[in-house]
Each structure stands twice: as structure tokens, then as C-alpha cells.
């Protein structure tokens, strides 16, 4: 009978917790292999391509007080980062990160879209894409990862990087190994996110191109946000917007039509910018089902539990630290690592 | 600086307060406001500090003359909104806090430092969580180091710099817990000795008495809950020690 190979790590979810986790840990030389179900990295770090012209559909701009975030982003190439995006804000509604619009907060944008940081994390790490995880189980001194093809993989660390809501599911078996499970387990159904439906469009150019980057709707029930993404480009070819629904009209909507709420959602924009923007050349829903965590919601740091046989389970994403979003996430991931390490 | 006759010419006295701050966090912390607070048990004065760190507003509740005093008879206090304002049964908090608050009214000195840490830190609604954990049986310390659950390290160095603002030059402090002592004076603090906190028997604390602690190591009270020792301090029933 073949033995498969056991792992030191998986880290499920490459998004920004997962691969600031993993870039950490094989930095240090273990081996780790990332899982993600998409087709690409990142997770809500997200770009998508309509007409050969990027579109950032989840996470709209980069902000962050934590050096070693910085000094992660400036690792990139040069040329590709907008300082100060966005400059210009309109609207009195609530942005989904107050503390991005703090008069000593650094925001940034990249021309080529956001993916081109979490690409650059992923450069040289064990990735496996489009890959979905149904459950884990715990049995011979090796945590299984099982994959919906049928295959499973097995580590002695399993590292579980996705918003808290998804993790819930995948520790149903291992929490009958451990209290210390069973208790996060019951923690996370504690702890609850925000969706955000969401449509990217791209227009002819229009000839009175809205006068702010991202725009935050005081009186819509309906809108969130509405961002100017090609204004993140360089000579853009098509007028891009980037409509994000507030949370409880989202909820409302989550299992209604795409073509239903994508309606509203470009109606309820061309009551802002004008008529032109309820007619797009072409168009995406995206359904973010846990866009971002309900804030004060946030644990104060990622979890380890220790499973019998020296294997361990961690727990990484915008839950764990406090504030929440891109730089709650990427902070999680390190601190996370650093405990696996031994160093936390 | 001129010496200071009342807790009133403190506020003056730190109208420009500045200096290194205290501890890791580099707490500090000035004194900004004092008025009288007669309690149902004993007249007090109420002094109020500014916090450079956090919006949190400690006060101290002072009875006597502890200007320049020493061995001034102290007791460090957590908030704990569930326990001295409702009652809560599950922690000992009111218990402590009023007998600490009778003690002191008793003496010819004293001083409570109410530290506006609610849940050890935690906040009042992760602590509700905590709860909610414990109700399904479930008190591990992941779980809890993931709601925030820190060790005291801030509570000494803000406790330490509130004394230095009161002028006090040492304290005995009100405490089970001898730890507490090394670390004030780790902060500078001169503890010139200890006063049991002794909490004296009632139908609520009970339990204390008739039961030991049980196969998980925690106290269960007589409504079934389990029972914490949110003050950081071993609860001590008269009577209860062997």
C-alpha cells in the first residue's frame, strides 16, 4: 500500500492571512503547501479582467499602519503602486474601514490591480489551486485534509486561513478530538461576518467621469460604496465602477437572482452618477458571502491548539486581530507563524 | 513643586504632566479632576486620571489623608460591570469590592484604585462571550487568549503611576495574592506590607465553604455556573482556609 507524504503545513485559503502565513513558514524553511478553492490567490484581495482591463472587486485600496505590511508591499516592484489612492472621497456614508481615512493613514492602490501582491507572496511557494477542502479529520498521528475530488493530503499542522464562518464546518470532526476545538469551534458561531453583493461594470468612457475615486452613499439602504476603479489606472480604456451593497440589503438579496440585485445595485448607482452608469458595455456579479468581519467581532490574536501526536490546527484571517480587514488579516498570518515557529 | 496640602492641587500640579510612562505600554497617566463622594459606606474623595493610551478613565476612591503617606492600606480593583453593578454571581467582584471599600472607610487612610479594565481586559462584550463559552462547558485557554484575556502587566503600571500622582509613598496592599506585591515594586512601587482580604461569609459565597474545587478546577456556585476569580486575586472566605 503507498504511504502519501505527510507534511509539515497546509494552510487552507490563500488569501492575504494564508499567504502571509505560508510565505513566513517557508521562509524559515518548512515545507508548506497552500490550498485555495479559486482559480487564483488573494481571496477577497481580488482582480478580475473585463475586456483585458483590471477591475479590483473585493478590496478596493490598501491602507495600513503595520511596518512589516509595508515593508511587504514595498517589496514589490516599483512603478506599480499609486501612493495616496483614493485622493479624492465623496459621500458622508460609513467607509468599511474608518480607520483607512485617519489623517495619518497611508492608502495605496496598484495600477496593475490589487492581485499583484498577493502574487507576489505566492511567488515560490507549493500553491494549489482550485482545490476545495469538505472536512478534516484527525487519524494516524496526521491531520487529514480532505479534497472534494476524493483525494486527501495529510500534515502535521493544518492551518485554517478564511473568514471564521468557513472554518466552522471543516473542525465538526476534529472537535470531538479536543475541548480546546470544541471550543473555538463554538466561539467562531460567536463571531458573525458581513456580505457584500457586488457588481464590477465597464462603460464607454463617459464624458462627465464621476469627480471622486470611491464614493460612500449617506442615504442609500442600498450601496455601500461605489469606487472609481479605472481611476486607478493608467490610461484606462473603459470607465470602470466597482458597486458594493451594505450589509443587511445584501443579506437580504444573498440567494435572490444575480441578475435581480446586479439591477439594483446599477440603478441605485446611476442615482448618483447618472443615467450612463445603469448601462454597461459588460458586467460581473461577484457574491461575497463574508466580505468582511462585523466589526467588534474581531479576537485579539490567531489560535493554536495542539492536537495529540505533536499535530496542531491554527487559525489565521481578519478575525484574528483586532480592526479587521487587509492588514487584521496579514498581521494574523505572521503572528500566526511565528507561533508555529516557536517564536511567539 | 510646591508641596501639595490637598488631593485638589494635584489637578494643578498635573495640568502639564508629561513624562516616560510606565511599563512596556509606557502608560501614563495624570490626575484631572477630584470631588467629594460620600458612599453608604463612608465618606471618600474621587479622584479622576487621564490615560494617555486608551480612552479608559481610571479613578481612585481615596479616604484619609494619603498625601505623602505611608503604608496607606490599598486595594487595586478591575471593573467588572456584571458583578459591582448588577450583582452578577458568577466572580466575587462586589464582594471584594465592598468589603475593600468598608475596610478602608474604617481606617484612618486608604485608597481603592478602580482600574476601568472590564473582564481582566477583555471588554465587556468579549467577556459575555467568555460566558457564553463557560454556559456550554467550555472554559480552555485558547479560546480565552483569543477573546484577550491578557496577563495584569498594564494594570501594575498604571496602579504604580496612579500612587506616584497620589504622592503615596507606600502602600500595604489589600490582597491574597502575593504576586501582586513584586509586581508593584517591579514598578517602583514600595510595599511596606499585606492585609488579607478576607471576604466574610454570606449566602452567595457559600459555596466557598461547602465545597472544594471541582474536577475541572473551577468553583461551581449554587446556580450552577461557574465562578471566577475575576480580580485576580484568590477569593478567601473566613472560614474557608484550612
Not at chain 2, 6 to 32: F, S, W
Not at chain 2, 136 to 165: C, K, P, W
Request: net charge neutral; charged share 25%.
Amino acid at each position: 500500500m503507498q504511504t502519501l507524504a505527510t507534511h509539515d503545513t497546509i494552510v487552507i485559503g490563500a488569501g492575504i492571512a494564508g499567504l502571509a502565513c505560508a510565505h513566513s513558514l517557508a521562509g524559515a524553511g518548512a515545507d508548506v503547501v497552500l490550498l485555495d478553492r479559486a482559480r487564483g490567490v488573494g481571496g477577497r484581495c481580488a482582480t478580475w479582467r473585463l475586456r483585458d482591463q483590471p477591475i479590483d472587486h473585493g478590496v478596493a485600496f490598501l491602507h495600513c499602519a503595520s511596518a512589516e505590511m509595508w515593508a511587504s508591499i514595498y517589496a514589490m516592484p516599483e512603478g506599480e503602486r499609486i501612493d495616496g489612492w483614493p485622493k479624492s472621497v465623496s459621500g458622508r456614508g460609513s467607509p468599511c474601514q474608518p480607520r483607512a481615512f485617519f489623517p495619518d493613514a497611508h492608502r495605496m492602490a496598484l495600477q496593475v490591480g490589487l492581485t499583484a501582491w498577493p502574487k507576489h507572496l505566492a511567488a515560490g511557494l507549493s500553491v494549489r489551486l482550485q482545490t476545495t477542502v469538505t472536512r478534516l479529520s484527525f487519524a494516524g498521528g496526521a491531520v487529514h485534509v480532505h479534497l472534494r475530488d476524493g483525494g486527501d493530503l495529510r500534515a502535521t499542522t493544518v492551518v485554517l486561513a478564511m473568514a471564521g464562518p468557513q472554518m466552522d464546518p471543516l473542525l465538526t470532526d476534529l472537535a470531538e478530538v479536543t475541548d480546546e476545538l470544541r471550543a473555538t469551534q463554538r466561539l467562531l458561531r460567536l463571531l458573525t461576518s458581513l456580505p457584500s453583493l457586488t457588481v464590477m461594470a465597464i462603460y464607454d468612457r463617459p464624458k462627465t467621469p464621476p469627480s471622486w475615486d470611491v464614493f460612500y452613499p449617506e442615504d442609500s439602504t442600498v450601496l455601500q460604496t461605489v469606487v472609481q476603479d479605472s481611476a486607478k489606472r493608467r490610461e484606462p480604456r473603459f470607465g470602470a465602477l466597482v458597486m458594493q451593497g451594505r450589509p443587511r440589503w445584501s443579506r437580504q438579496n444573498l440567494d435572490a437572482p444575480a441578475e435581480q440585485w446586479t439591477r439594483a445595485l446599477l440603478e441605485e448607482t446611476a442615482r448618483y452618477a447618472g443615467a450612463w452608469a445603469k448601462r454597461p458595455l459588460e458586467f460581473k456579479a461577484q457574491r461575497w458571502q463574508h466580505a468582511r468581519v462585523d466589526a467588534g467581532n474581531e479576537l485579539s490574536g490567531p489560535i493554536l491548539v495542539s492536537l495529540p501526536r505533536d499535530c496542531r490546527i491554527g487559525m489565521a484571517g481578519e478575525l484574528f486581530s483586532p480592526g479587521g480587514g487587509v492588514e487584521a488579516a496579514f498581521v494574523s498570518g505572521r503572528r500566526l507563524a511565528e507561533r508555529l515557529l516557536g517564536k511567539g | 513643586m510646591i508641596r501639595a496640602a490637598t488631593l485638589d492641587d494635584l489637578v494643578e500640579r498635573d495640568r502639564d504632566h508629561e513624562c516616560e510612562g510606565m511599563g512596556p505600554a509606557k502608560v501614563c497617566v495624570r490626575i484631572v479632576g477630584v470631588a467629594d463622594l460620600p458612599t453608604r459606606f463612608g465618606d471618600f474623595r474621587i479622584v479622576a486620571f487621564w490615560n494617555n493610551r486608551d480612552a479608559k478613565e481610571h479613578v481612585a476612591i481615596v479616604h484619609g489623608d494619603i498625601l505623602y503617606a505611608s503604608a496607606v492600606p490599598t486595594r487595586m480593583h478591575s471593573e467588572c460591570l456584571t458583578g459591582d453593578v448588577i450583582g452578577s454571581l458568577r466572580c466575587d467582584c462586589r464582594d471584594q469590592l465592598i468589603l475593600a471599600l468598608k475596610k478602608i472607610a474604617n481606617q484612618e487612610r486608604g485608597l481603592l484604585l478602580y482600574l476601568r479594565q472590564e473582564g481582566r481586559g477583555i471588554g465587556l462584550v468579549n467577556k459575555i462571550r467568555a460566558y457564553s463559552l463557560q454556559d456550554q462547558g467550555l472554559d480552555t485557554v485558547e479560546a480565552n487568549l483569543a477573546l484577550g484575556f491578557r496577563d495584569d502587566e498594564r494594570d501594575y503600571a498604571i496602579a504604580a503611576h496612579m500612587l506616584q500622582s497620589l504622592t503615596v509613598q507606600s502602600v500595604a496592599l489589600m490582597t491574597n495574592n502575593p504576586r501582586k506585591i513584586g509586581e508593584l515594586e517591579r514598578h517602583g512601587i514600595e510595599v511596606s506590607g499585606r492585609i488579607p482580604h478576607v471576604i466574610p461569609p454570606n449566602d452567595h459565597n457559600r459555596f466557598y465553604l461547602e465545597t472544594k474545587a471541582n474536577r475541572s478546577g473551577h468553583w461551581i456556585d449554587f446556580s450552577g455556573k461557574p465562578h471566577l476569580t475575576e480580580q485576580s486575586d484568590e477569593v478567601v472566605v473566613d472560614g474557608s482556609r484550612s
